[in-house]
């Protein structure tokens, strides 16, 4: 079917009727206000006063519509189509403004509107790819190595290893479908933070000690500077989700022979928690989408992770009303930071 746009009516004959009189009337009030003599209204010259008048009435009218086609109904036909392809799932829609350098106009507003959709559809295409990939691979080193498994031939100790790896493979993909609904659950708001006072302290040390083996098994020193109590109201479990994040992040992308460093400080207004490591950094370009869902900078190519972890503790940290923020340098490591309102 052929579509059909709606067209405004500039004008009415009614419209022109009334201009019409309005102005013959208008135009001769001076004159009858004054005291002229309303008999010459129908002399000789009525013709040609009305057909003046007519034609005055119909340029007005012209001039009226062409104004109204401009500034209106022109725009609102190129917004109408372009709303219709965006309708339809085309995002790549810009409508030309019509707006001087200082003021803009409803247009850009659209604009404005149409990047964001196609920003968050995007996201959405994008999201879908890496989970289908990331899912993807840990199936893929289930279903090869539970083949290679079927031999009965295949010596006890490689059967072990084979059986170690399908373990680990299966750990991975529990851990991403898990951390892919707590990020669903947390955009969408769905948990509720529950805060309760606690002593934060307690927990950042609890935290650090469950990484002890992994900085003693990479030869990695780490230090902790933490005051001996500080008492927080917030939700424990958002928390420690955050600090399992940020060492294990740090201690993922510090080398052998390293440093990592956990320091909380704290007044009467706020706790600040840092979390620095010697590692490889992070370039400016990274951090422009560091709590992106799976954006994997390029220094995190060959390491292990999904890309949620940093996306995660980020939104947990928005959620205790809070904020993390990264200051990283290429090849020097990086600190993240952390701030909470003490709440009483």
């Known amino acids: 079917m052929k579509n059909r746009q709606k067209r405004i009516k500039h004008f009415s004959w009614l419209e022109y009727a009334i201009l019409f009189v309005g102005s013959m009337f208008f135009a001769a009030l001076p004159g009858i206000l004054s005291g002229a003599d309303i008999s010459l209204l129908w002399s000789v010259y009525t013709i040609w006063y009305v057909i003046y008048w007519a034609v005055i009435a119909g340029a007005l009218c012209a001039v009226i519509g062409y104004l109204e086609y401009r500034k209106f109904d022109r725009p609102l036909h190129r917004l109408s189509e372009a709303a219709s392809r965006v309708a339809n799932g085309d995002f790549s829609v810009y409508v030309e403004p019509e707006h001087t350098l ?3 106009d409803y247009i850009d507003d659209f604009n404005k509107m149409v990047a964001e959709l196609g920003s968050i559809e995007t996201l959405n295409s994008d999201f879908v790819s890496n989970v289908s990939h990331e899912i993807k691979t840990p199936l893929s080193v289930i279903k090869n190595y539970t083949m290679v498994l079927k031999n009965k031939e295949l010596p006890p100790e490689m059967r072990e290893e084979y059986m170690d790896t399908v373990i680990d493979a299966t750990n991975k993909l529990a851990s991403l479908i898990t951390n892919i609904l707590k990020l669903n659950k947390l955009d969408n708001q769905e948990i509720a933070p529950a805060p309760e006072p606690y002593d934060l302290c307690r927990q950042l040390c609890d935290c650090a000690l469950q990484f002890e083996t992994l900085w003693e098994q990479k030869n990695i020193t780490f230090e902790a500077d ?119």
């Open 102 to 104: 200082d003021k803009l």
């Open 226 to 344: 933490i005051e001996d109590r500080a008492v927080i109201t917030a939700d424990k479990s958002l928390l420690e989700l955050v600090w399992n994040n940020l060492l294990a992040n740090a201690l993922k992308f510090t080398e052998p022979g390293g440093k990592v460093t956990l320091q909380q400080t704290s007044d009467e207004n706020e706790i600040v928690v840092t979390v620095a490591d010697t590692g490889c950094g992070i370039s400016h370009k990274t951090m422009k989408h560091i709590f992106d869902k799976f954006y994997q900078g390029e220094t995190s190519q060959a390491k292990e992770g999904n890309g949620l972890g940093l996306a995660l503790a980020n939104r947990a940290i928005q959620r205790a009303g809070g904020t993390l923020a990264v200051d990283s340098e290429l090849g020097k490591g990086s600190i993240f930071t952390v701030r909470l309102a003490v709440r009483t």
